[in-house]
């Protein structure tokens, strides 16, 4: 057991890892390929809004410090890591984004999670898939990871962006739809399961239900005579697990702030003494519930272990081919960062010399664009017929205007200057656009021979 525990909260540190990486499992990551989140097994909370989510966290943690209010309350995934204690240590949490911090008031905590959302949303009531990661130490825990997803909803409130229903249900999907991801579907028992939001979606991305647990909440709200049988027993919606069924606080409880304890025995005097569920006892309530997917979070660690491993080996060979590409390490201190850099330049002028006067192809090519390329261009040029003596006496005369003049006027002169030169300009100019490439060639090559020659 203290073996498999261990693996548990191993897991944890690489999903922390992944986190401060940019790799948190849900959304786009930009890449087609398989990411370390992904191999990781998790467990996934799914569920509408007022199927009591919420509720089902602090009774298996039990501690209040979830935020609560009308519409969409959690904003973004919320990775809540249960760690065991042992007996007579006091209960703290820690968050991954304030290092080192210490809560053992919970209050402070609830705060903190709504602060750190809107750090990342805003006031508003837009969501984010970067996830906020919650470690809660407690020696009334099962070591365990769920990840709290932000609550389904069917239409948009007023300050909700119209496609917010989407938004969430494309948030959910990307962390349901991983087969690593075990999925627990909160669904209230006050509901035909058959319009439960958490079961259809878990529906449409595990047919089989071999991934899916299925709780079923506020079965004491259920109207007098009617009871959750067909569900419990798995006659109405048949998973792979069976489900379990919990009996939340009210909202006058939680108004009263009844101690967490105290609500986890009512819960199981609950169905100890009901008619209707009192042979499924041992298997209903918050605390059954947390054991049982710890256990089956073990299993299904134990079993990815290889395919775990194997991906982290194949990752670091990547990256460390990826180093070696990069050649030789850069000194740490100021002053060797500064001897690097001139070495650089001192072999990039060499190799860029080389390149202009021999040694090194390039400075032919801007010798022919000189040598071949102006003059013929230039000897295209009209000057044959722009400098004829028809031309000249034209320009001339035009100079004179009405009163003719004994010696040709310098304005003649000055605008057959003009317009011949204006000849030499588009020769000119492709001759320096055509010198300008070249040299940018050259230099895109000094570059690369020197990370060759000096890094490799």
């Not at 390929?33 to 799914?46: D, F, G, I, N, Q």
Request: charged share 25%; glycine share 8%.
């Amino acid at each position: 057991m203290a073996a498999m525990e261990s693996l548990i909260g191993l897991v944890n540190r690489i999903q922390r890892a992944c986190t401060v990486l940019g790799d948190h499992g849900g959304g786009d990551t930009g890449s087609s390929l398989p990411t370390l989140w992904e191999e990781l097994p998790s467990v996934a909370v799914v569920g509408g809004q007022s199927s009591g989510k919420s509720s089902v966290l602090e009774s298996i943690v039990g501690r209040d410090f979830l935020p609560r209010g009308s519409g969409i309350v959690t904003r973004r995934p919320l990775v809540l890591q249960l760690h065991k204690l042992e007996q007579g240590m006091q209960d703290y949490a820690e968050f991954l984004h304030l290092d080192k911090k210490r809560f053992t008031d919970f209050a402070a905590v609830r705060k903190e999670i709504q602060v750190e959302t809107d750090r990342m949303t805003g006031k508003s009531n837009r969501i984010s898939n970067v996830p906020i990661h919650l470690s809660i130490y407690s020696p009334n825990v099962v070591n365990l990871t769920l990840i709290d997803l932000p609550g389904l909803t069917k239409v948009a409130v007023e300050g909700q962006p119209e496609s917010i229903v989407q938004d969430i249900e494309n948030m959910v999907r990307s962390y349901i739809a991983k087969p690593n991801c075990i999925i627990l579907a909160i669904t209230p028992a006050n509901q035909d399961v058959a319009t439960s939001d958490a079961i259809k979606i878990a529906r449409e991305v595990d047919p089989t239900g071999d991934r899916t647990f299925g709780v079923l909440t506020k079965l004491d709200l259920m109207d007098r005579g009617t009871n959750a049988l067909d569900v419990l027993d798995g006659r109405s919606y048949r998973l792979k697990h069976p489900w379990v069924g919990i009996v939340n606080r009210s909202q006058a409880d939680i108004n009263t702030n009844m101690d967490m304890v105290a609500a986890r025995r009512r819960e199981g005097d609950y169905f100890s003494a009901s008619m209707d569920y009192g042979h499924l006892a041992s298997k209903m309530g918050s605390e059954y519930l947390a054991k049982l997917l710890s256990e089956h979070l073990e299993s299904v660690i134990k079993a990815r272990i290889p395919a775990i491993a194997s991906m982290i080996n194949k990752s670091i060979e990547e990256l460390e081919s990826e180093l070696d590409h990069f050649g030789k390490p850069v000194a740490i201190d100021a002053g060797a960062q500064l001897y690097t850099i001139l070495e650089l330049c001192r072999a990039f002028d060499q190799i860029f010399k080389e390149h202009l006067d021999g040694g090194r192809p390039g400075g032919d090519r801007i010798y022919a664009v000189f040598d071949y390329k102006l003059p013929v261009d230039l000897r295209r040029l009209p000057f044959d017929r722009h400098l004829s003596l028809q031309n000249v006496r034209k320009v001339v005369s035009q100079a004179d205007g009405y009163q003719p003049h004994l010696i040709a006027p310098e304005q003649g002169y000055r605008r057959l200057i003009e317009s011949s030169l204006n000849y030499f300009r588009g020769p000119a100019q492709s001759s320096v656009d055509e010198v300008h490439f070249l040299l940018k060639e050259i230099v895109r090559r000094s570059i690369g021979a020197t990370q060759v020659s000096f890094f490799v």
